[in-house]
């Protein structure tokens, strides 16, 4: 598509409004807060398989029935910590669109501001995680990659049709070196400074690439 309207998943939606406040219902949803951050913290740390409720319920001093009621498997855990990571991005488009740069500056910014929730933000990190370790993960997890894959490319081909973009340079191919790049740097940096320098390699690697495609 001409790439105005972002894909679906990165589409921000309406948070549901309440009648009015609820306390009961805030209070669970602190609570899975809770629980799912203790989670990311494990996940992270240890991985899927050398986690378990136990150390979860114990990280957050809940018993492991108490995590259960809202999390009925270590699985479910898993799925709503890759479900919240994914739920950041939409967040990040919807702010570096409203600053209203042209689409190859978005799509480089975007991509600067996911290395700023690499390096901090230990859902992004734990969904990471989880995502490598899906072979291990008896449940349905979101398909990786595609999702940015598609947004970048639609950028891309935006930038295209302005002229932002080199001549020869095809959006699709672009997009899914981006992606690549963006992925193996933020693993090179995991595994060697456990993402310290996230951000810098990025935008050295960012640089090079951007400035190959740009016209
Ligand atoms: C932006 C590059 C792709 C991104 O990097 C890590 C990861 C986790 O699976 C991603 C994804 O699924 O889109």
């Known amino acids: 598509g001409s790439g105005a309207e972002p894909p679906g998943p990165f589409r921000v939606r309406p948070i549901a409004t309440r009648r009015g406040p609820d306390p009961k219902q805030d209070r669970a949803a602190r609570t899975r807060l809770l629980v799912l951050t203790a989670a990311a913290e494990l996940f992270t740390a240890r991985g899927f398989r050398h986690t378990s409720v136990q150390e979860v ?3 957050v001093g809940m018993t492991k029935g108490a ?3 809202h999390y009925p498997t270590k ?3 898993a799925v709503a910590v890759v479900e919240q990571h994914y739920a950041r991005w939409p967040l990040l488009l919807a702010a570096v669109t409203a600053e209203g740069h042209g689409p190859l500056e978005t799509a480089e910014r ?3 501001g996911a290395t700023l929730a690499f390096r901090d933000d230990i859902v992004v990190q734990a969904g990471t995680r989880l995502q490598v370790e899906r072979p291990q993960i008896d449940a349905e997890l979101p398909t990786p990659y595609v999702d940015w894959t598609e947004l970048l490319a ?3 081909s935006r930038a295209e049709a302005l002229g932002e973009l080199r001549a020869g340079v095809r959006p699709g191919a672009a997009a899914r070196s981006l992606v690549a790049a963006f992925f193996g740097t933020q693993h090179i940096s995991d595994v060697l400074r456990e993402r310290a320098d996230v951000v ?3 935008a050295e690697t960012a640089e090079l ?3 190959a495609i740009r016209a």
């Open 57 to 59: 319920a114990d990280r």
């Open 67 to 69: 995590v259960y009621f």
């Open 75 to 77: 699985e479910a855990l």
């Open 110 to 112: 975007l991509l600067a």
């Open 154 to 156: 639609g950028l891309l």
């Open 200 to 202: 810098e390699r990025w």
């Open 209 to 211: 690439l951007f400035g």
